[in-house]
Protein backbone atom coordinates (compact mmCIF):
# COMPACT_ATOMS: atom_id res chain seq x y z
CA UNK A 1 0.00 0.00 0.00
CA UNK A 2 1.33 3.43 -0.70
CA UNK A 3 2.39 5.55 2.25
CA UNK A 4 4.07 8.41 0.90
CA UNK A 5 3.46 10.35 -2.32
CA UNK A 6 6.07 12.84 -4.32
CA UNK A 7 5.21 15.90 -5.69
CA UNK A 8 6.34 17.03 -8.50
CA UNK A 9 6.51 13.18 -10.48
CA UNK A 10 9.39 15.60 -12.70
CA UNK A 11 10.96 18.95 -12.49
CA UNK A 12 13.95 20.39 -14.33
CA UNK A 13 15.90 23.33 -13.39
CA UNK A 14 18.84 24.91 -14.35
CA UNK A 15 22.42 24.25 -12.30
CA UNK A 16 22.62 26.78 -9.44
CA UNK A 17 18.42 27.12 -8.53
CA UNK A 18 16.80 25.49 -5.85
CA UNK A 19 14.85 21.89 -5.61
CA UNK A 20 12.05 21.75 -3.68
CA UNK A 21 10.30 18.28 -3.95
CA UNK A 22 7.27 17.47 -1.47
CA UNK A 23 6.38 14.69 0.14
CA UNK A 24 2.58 13.30 2.04
CA UNK A 25 1.76 10.28 3.83
CA UNK A 26 -0.79 9.22 5.40
CA UNK A 27 -0.40 7.74 8.80
CA UNK A 28 1.43 8.50 11.80
CA UNK A 29 5.27 8.13 12.12
CA UNK A 30 8.33 7.52 13.82
CA UNK A 31 10.42 8.98 11.26
CA UNK A 32 10.36 10.38 7.71
CA UNK A 33 13.27 9.84 5.28
CA UNK A 34 14.51 10.99 1.69
CA UNK A 35 16.27 8.47 -0.33
CA UNK A 36 18.41 9.24 -3.62
CA UNK A 37 18.77 7.23 -7.10
CA UNK A 38 20.45 7.69 -9.39
CA UNK A 39 19.29 5.65 -13.04
CA UNK A 40 19.75 2.23 -12.74
CA UNK A 41 21.66 2.31 -9.40
CA UNK A 42 20.49 1.29 -6.16
CA UNK A 43 18.82 4.18 -3.69
CA UNK A 44 20.95 6.14 -1.08
CA UNK A 45 19.85 7.27 2.27
CA UNK A 46 20.25 11.45 2.35
CA UNK A 47 18.71 12.00 5.32
CA UNK A 48 15.91 11.04 8.12
CA UNK A 49 13.77 13.48 10.13
CA UNK A 50 11.88 12.32 12.85
CA UNK A 51 8.26 13.05 14.49
CA UNK A 52 9.46 15.68 16.81
CA UNK A 53 11.73 17.41 14.64
CA UNK A 54 10.23 20.41 12.27
CA UNK A 55 13.60 20.90 10.14
CA UNK A 56 16.93 19.06 9.18
CA UNK A 57 20.08 20.26 7.40
CA UNK A 58 22.79 18.36 5.78
CA UNK A 59 24.69 19.97 3.59
CA UNK A 60 22.94 21.54 0.65
CA UNK A 61 20.23 19.25 1.82
CA UNK A 62 16.45 20.91 4.08
CA UNK A 63 14.30 18.81 5.06
CA UNK A 64 11.11 19.51 6.55
CA UNK A 65 8.28 17.88 8.50
CA UNK A 66 4.75 19.03 8.77
CA UNK A 67 3.14 16.38 11.15
CA UNK A 68 -0.30 18.33 10.96
CA UNK A 69 -0.02 18.35 7.44
CA UNK A 70 1.13 14.69 7.15
CA UNK A 71 3.50 16.20 4.84
CA UNK A 72 7.72 17.32 4.20
CA UNK A 73 9.57 18.83 1.60
CA UNK A 74 12.97 18.34 0.47
CA UNK A 75 14.70 21.39 -0.77
CA UNK A 76 18.34 21.41 -2.75
CA UNK A 77 20.21 24.91 -2.76
CA UNK A 78 22.22 25.81 -5.42
CA UNK A 79 21.42 22.70 -7.48
CA UNK A 80 24.55 21.14 -10.13
CA UNK A 81 24.18 18.85 -12.46
CA UNK A 82 25.13 15.84 -10.45
CA UNK A 83 21.86 16.10 -8.74
CA UNK A 84 19.94 14.51 -11.37
CA UNK A 85 18.69 11.86 -10.03
CA UNK A 86 14.96 10.49 -8.51
CA UNK A 87 14.09 11.41 -5.22
CA UNK A 88 11.91 9.40 -2.55
CA UNK A 89 10.17 9.81 0.60
CA UNK A 90 9.79 6.78 3.02
CA UNK A 91 8.14 6.15 6.43
CA UNK A 92 7.39 2.38 7.76
CA UNK A 93 4.38 0.57 7.27
CA UNK A 94 2.05 0.34 10.11
CA UNK A 95 3.86 -2.66 11.41
CA UNK A 96 7.17 -1.10 11.60
CA UNK A 97 8.68 -4.14 9.61
CA UNK A 98 9.76 -2.51 6.07
CA UNK A 99 9.97 1.27 4.99
CA UNK A 100 7.60 2.33 2.00
CA UNK A 101 8.19 4.51 -0.28
CA UNK A 102 6.51 6.98 -2.77
CA UNK A 103 6.78 6.98 -6.55
CA UNK A 104 9.59 9.75 -6.73
CA UNK A 105 10.09 12.82 -8.11
CA UNK A 106 12.91 13.09 -11.24
CA UNK A 107 15.00 15.53 -10.87
CA UNK A 108 16.60 16.98 -13.88
CA UNK A 109 19.49 19.56 -13.54
CA UNK A 110 21.05 20.88 -16.34
CA UNK A 111 24.09 23.16 -16.64
CA UNK B 1 32.22 -1.72 7.10
CA UNK B 2 28.94 -3.01 5.75
CA UNK B 3 28.90 -3.81 2.21
CA UNK B 4 25.58 -5.37 0.44
CA UNK B 5 26.47 -7.45 -2.63
CA UNK B 6 23.32 -8.55 -5.43
CA UNK B 7 24.00 -10.25 -8.53
CA UNK B 8 23.87 -10.30 -11.56
CA UNK B 9 23.32 -6.88 -12.14
CA UNK B 10 21.12 -7.64 -15.41
CA UNK B 11 19.14 -10.92 -16.93
CA UNK B 12 17.27 -11.73 -19.69
CA UNK B 13 14.80 -14.97 -19.49
CA UNK B 14 12.32 -16.04 -21.17
CA UNK B 15 8.85 -16.69 -19.93
CA UNK B 16 8.47 -19.96 -17.75
CA UNK B 17 12.12 -20.10 -17.11
CA UNK B 18 12.83 -20.35 -13.58
CA UNK B 19 14.33 -17.14 -11.43
CA UNK B 20 17.23 -17.08 -9.04
CA UNK B 21 18.88 -13.78 -7.82
CA UNK B 22 20.63 -13.46 -4.51
CA UNK B 23 22.09 -10.99 -2.12
CA UNK B 24 24.25 -11.09 0.30
CA UNK B 25 25.72 -8.56 3.27
CA UNK B 26 28.92 -8.41 4.38
CA UNK B 27 30.21 -7.00 8.01
CA UNK B 28 27.14 -7.53 9.75
CA UNK B 29 25.25 -9.77 11.92
CA UNK B 30 21.26 -10.83 11.68
CA UNK B 31 20.92 -7.80 9.77
CA UNK B 32 16.73 -7.56 8.05
CA UNK B 33 16.82 -8.06 4.46
CA UNK B 34 14.60 -7.28 2.15
CA UNK B 35 13.49 -7.33 -1.45
CA UNK B 36 12.24 -4.59 -3.13
CA UNK B 37 10.92 -4.30 -6.95
CA UNK B 38 10.83 -0.90 -8.94
CA UNK B 39 8.61 -1.21 -12.32
CA UNK B 40 9.77 1.38 -15.24
CA UNK B 41 9.32 4.87 -14.03
CA UNK B 42 7.67 3.97 -10.58
CA UNK B 43 8.13 3.56 -6.86
CA UNK B 44 9.13 0.35 -5.15
CA UNK B 45 7.29 -2.12 -4.17
CA UNK B 46 8.10 -4.07 -1.29
CA UNK B 47 8.22 -8.32 -2.02
CA UNK B 48 9.82 -9.98 0.89
CA UNK B 49 10.67 -9.31 3.89
CA UNK B 50 12.96 -11.45 7.09
CA UNK B 51 13.91 -10.80 10.30
CA UNK B 52 16.31 -14.06 10.53
CA UNK B 53 17.11 -17.17 8.87
CA UNK B 54 14.18 -19.37 7.79
CA UNK B 55 12.08 -16.17 8.45
CA UNK B 56 10.51 -14.76 5.23
CA UNK B 57 7.25 -11.85 5.13
CA UNK B 58 5.35 -11.94 2.07
CA UNK B 59 4.12 -8.57 0.94
CA UNK B 60 2.65 -9.49 -2.25
CA UNK B 61 0.80 -12.27 -3.32
CA UNK B 62 2.37 -12.72 -6.62
CA UNK B 63 4.91 -15.35 -8.37
CA UNK B 64 8.17 -14.97 -6.10
CA UNK B 65 9.08 -16.36 -3.39
CA UNK B 66 12.28 -15.90 -1.25
CA UNK B 67 14.26 -17.57 1.21
CA UNK B 68 16.73 -17.26 3.55
CA UNK B 69 18.90 -19.89 3.67
CA UNK B 70 22.16 -18.23 5.59
CA UNK B 71 22.12 -15.33 8.32
CA UNK B 72 23.23 -12.95 5.63
CA UNK B 73 22.25 -14.35 2.58
CA UNK B 74 18.66 -13.54 0.85
CA UNK B 75 17.27 -15.09 -2.26
CA UNK B 76 14.97 -14.15 -4.45
CA UNK B 77 12.95 -17.18 -6.51
CA UNK B 78 10.48 -17.67 -9.16
CA UNK B 79 9.80 -21.30 -10.65
CA UNK B 80 8.23 -19.79 -13.86
CA UNK B 81 8.75 -16.76 -14.86
CA UNK B 82 5.93 -13.74 -16.49
CA UNK B 83 6.20 -11.22 -18.91
CA UNK B 84 4.92 -9.23 -15.69
CA UNK B 85 8.20 -10.30 -13.55
CA UNK B 86 10.03 -7.76 -15.50
CA UNK B 87 11.30 -4.84 -13.27
CA UNK B 88 14.32 -3.64 -11.19
CA UNK B 89 15.31 -5.90 -8.64
CA UNK B 90 16.42 -4.20 -5.26
CA UNK B 91 17.94 -5.81 -1.83
CA UNK B 92 18.35 -3.90 1.11
CA UNK B 93 19.15 -4.36 4.28
CA UNK B 94 18.46 -2.43 7.93
CA UNK B 95 20.08 -3.25 11.57
CA UNK B 96 16.73 -3.48 13.15
CA UNK B 97 12.89 -2.97 12.42
CA UNK B 98 11.92 0.12 11.23
CA UNK B 99 9.67 1.21 13.98
CA UNK B 100 12.87 2.57 16.00
CA UNK B 101 13.70 6.17 15.67
CA UNK B 102 16.58 6.19 13.54
CA UNK B 103 16.37 2.93 11.02
CA UNK B 104 17.65 3.49 7.97
CA UNK B 105 17.86 1.16 5.00
CA UNK B 106 21.36 0.09 2.53
CA UNK B 107 20.84 -0.93 -0.71
CA UNK B 108 22.72 -3.02 -3.42
CA UNK B 109 22.97 -1.51 -6.80
CA UNK B 110 20.24 -4.05 -8.01
CA UNK B 111 19.25 -6.37 -10.76
CA UNK B 112 17.33 -5.58 -13.95
CA UNK B 113 15.16 -8.35 -15.03
CA UNK B 114 13.81 -8.66 -18.53
CA UNK B 115 11.16 -11.56 -19.21
CA UNK B 116 10.79 -12.25 -22.60
Known amino acids: SQQGEEDPQALSIQEGENATMNCSYK?????LQWYRQNSGRGLVHLILIRSNEREKHSGRLRVTLDTSKKSSSLLITASRAADTASYFC???????????FGKGTTLSVSS | SQTIHQWPATLVQPVGSPLSLECTVEGTSNPNLYWYRQAAGRGLQLLFYSVGIGQISSEVPQNLSASRPQDRQFILSSKKLLLSDSGFYLC???????????????FGSGTQLSVL
Open chain 2, 92 to 106: AWSVSLMDSLNEKLF
Open chain 1, 27 to 31: TSINN
Open chain 1, 90 to 100: ATANQAGTALI
